[in-house]
């Protein structure tokens, strides 16, 4: 094989099945590659490939946000409080594709718990975008994403709380689906918000995501949440989107949007109305009030996860001669900045006297824009809007402001509210940095959603690999 | 909105120490976010059901069955500190 990083994940694998491709040298191919990595991608890489065979995947290894846990290697969730933290269990999802035949590859830096849509919230230092090293790669998986678009990763796992995996993939011009809650299992997931949290694939194109997604779901015994998939995932196949209806939210003006950004969302919903969609639009009368939700809901339920972070059972400790002492003094140093805002925040609004206020009216909040989104589905098959408001901004652009930065977060926070898949994919550059286009669609439709995204990928023709270009230069 | 008293509140309650640079930081912070969050208070919302699962899910019941869990040792390898097979902490009262 001349170049092996070239291939896509599906090509790889295909390769490795036909004999032209040997898996080991596949393996080593990126682990030098992720070994080598200058972008802060990784927080730990293998040291060598692994000896089990088989597998659906061929060998085809896998990035592994650091927030899943992986026995015996370091799970530190981007944290500092998570310092050296080796698990003694693995999480089913990334358990379930070593057996498939994507073996653990290397673990990605993260925004800290997952808070973040920059990476600059780790605790070991921002991962760059590939794209331009002065930007933020996104996040809060932004070690995911920018490992895949820079080629060290032929595909990853990410997380998605409330834009997590798309946002990322959109700054860093790859694909980024976040599927359905409950159809991956979330056991063994470092947890942020437990009614949001969802795992899923950041991949260089759509089949890539349908073939790794393939191998994610199903119900898991160890977390009740989880439920069977209710069809067999299939890879994509679409080329045309005849009779397919899009649906653009009233509200999506382009006040708010970059223009850049908005001007190649415009010119992908003509590639979609070439392809035979049509396009409309619907009413989401309560998405403005999503991201207002979203950070009542995300800080109560992370103030309650991560109240086990108290340096008694894992992780750090700060000693002090009484034990409250010593849960103080250990989250005082083992906590960032915005992890401690987050972590006061929720634990205001759960607080007496607050918590009908806040988390009570947030949960009817979501209601809302659940019912919102089936009402809208009823009338177009998808909701499509720009993945984020902007391209990647320069580091330190928005760590001075934390409102600035959770407005990032405002077309993709109510799918995680409504608990339903969205996936972005690249639809082209705006001042030379990729745009991310997103389309969402009912609970379990995963098979249509990937099917119309795989149309209109193979219509615009993104070409990702000057990322690679640049890093390997 | 939210004072320095209510941020220490705060801070007790969720097991946080704040340095006094953190304390007039974070007060000012918290005030901006809780006046964007507070949008949801807009809203008419009355016979309104709260969101309790995304996707309807019956009862998630198995047989209580006793399962293997992990081992001891292995559990305690992780520990700051541990004795006699138990996590060692210091005494609650100092």
């Known amino acids: ?473 | 909105m939210i004072d320095r008293e209510q941020v220490l509140h705060v801070a007790r309650l969720a097991r946080l120490e704040l340095s006094e640079e953190e304390v007039t930081k974070i007060s000012g912070e918290l005030s901006n976010i809780l006046e964007h969050i507070e949008k949801i208070g807009e809203l008419e919302l009355d016979g309104v059901a709260p969101t309790t699962h995304v996707v309807e899910v019956p009862n998630a019941l198995r047989p209580d069955v006793p399962r293997p869990c992990l081992p001891r040792e292995v559990v305690l390898e992780q520990a700051p500190d541990s004795a006699d097979g138990g996590f060692r902490v210091p005494s609650p009262t100092a």
């Open chain 1, 1 to 473: 094989m001349t170049d092996i990083i070239a291939l896509t994940a599906a090509q790889a694998a295909a390769a490795v099945q036909s004999g032209e491709l040997d898996r080991r040298e596949l393996f080593e191919a990126y682990r030098d590659r992720a070994a080598a990595d200058d972008l802060n991608a990784y927080l730990w890489v293998a040291d060598e490939a692994p000896r089990e065979n088989g597998g659906a995947l061929h060998g085809v290894p896998l990035a592994v946000k650091d927030l899943f846990c992986t026995e015996g290697v370091p799970s530190q969730a981007g944290s500092r409080i998570l310092e050296g933290y080796r698990p003694p269990y693995t999480a089913t999802v990334v358990r379930r594709l070593a057996r498939a035949g994507a073996p653990l590859l290397g673990k990605t830096n993260q925004d800290e718990f997952a808070m973040g849509s920059s990476n600059e919230n780790s605790a070991y230092g921002p991962a760059l975008n590939p794209w331009d090293r002065t930007r933020v790669p996104g996040g809060s998986s932004g070690g995911s994403a920018a490992a895949v678009a820079a080629g060290s990763a032929p595909w990853a796992l990410g997380t998605d709380t409330g834009g997590s995996i798309r946002q990322p993939a959109a700054l860093c011009g790859i694909v980024g689906l976040k599927p359905t809650y409950g159809a991956v299992s979330r056991f063994g997931m470092i947890a942020f918000a437990s009614s949001l949290d969802q795992a899923g694939p950041l991949t260089r194109d759509v089949t890539d995501a349908a073939l790794i997604f393939r191998h994610m779901v199903g119900h898991d015994d160890r977390d009740a949440t989880s439920v069977a998939f209710p069809e067999e995932v299939v890879l994509p196949t679409a080329q045309r989107l005849d009779g397919i209806r899009l649906g653009v939210p009233d509200d999506l003006t382009g006040e708010g949007v970059e223009p850049g950004v908005m001007a190649r969302f415009e010119a992908t919903l003509a590639v979609a109305r070439d392809l035979g969609a049509s396009v409309e639009r619907v009413s989401l009368p309560h998405a403005d009030y999503g991201l207002s939700a979203y950070y009542v809901l995300a800080p109560a339920e992370a103030s309650s996860n991560l109240a086990r972070y108290d340096g008694v059972r894992y992780g750090l400790r700060r000693e002090a001669d009484d034990l409250l002492t010593m849960y103080t003094k250990t989250r005082h140093d083992g906590f960032g900045a915005e992890v401690k805002r987050r972590v006061l925040i929720g634990t205001y609004a759960l607080s007496s006297g607050y918590y009908d206020a806040y988390y009570g009216r947030a949960q009817r909040v979501r209601t809302l824009i659940a019912e919102d989104f089936k009402t809208a589905f009823q009338r177009v098959d998808f909701v499509v809007t720009p993945t984020s408001p902007g391209v990647a901004f320069e580091l330190g652009a928005k760590t001075g402001d934390p409102l600035a930065m959770y407005l990032n977060d405002y077309f993709t926070v109510p799918m995680p509210l409504a608990g339903i898949p969205a996936i972005s994919i690249p639809c082209g550059l705006s001042e030379g940095l990729p745009v991310g286009f997103q389309l969402t669609s009912p609970a379990f439709s995963e098979n249509r959603l990937l099917d119309a995204a795989h149309a209109l990928e193979q219509a615009i023709g993104f070409d990702n690999s000057p990322a690679r270009a640049a890093v390997s230069a």
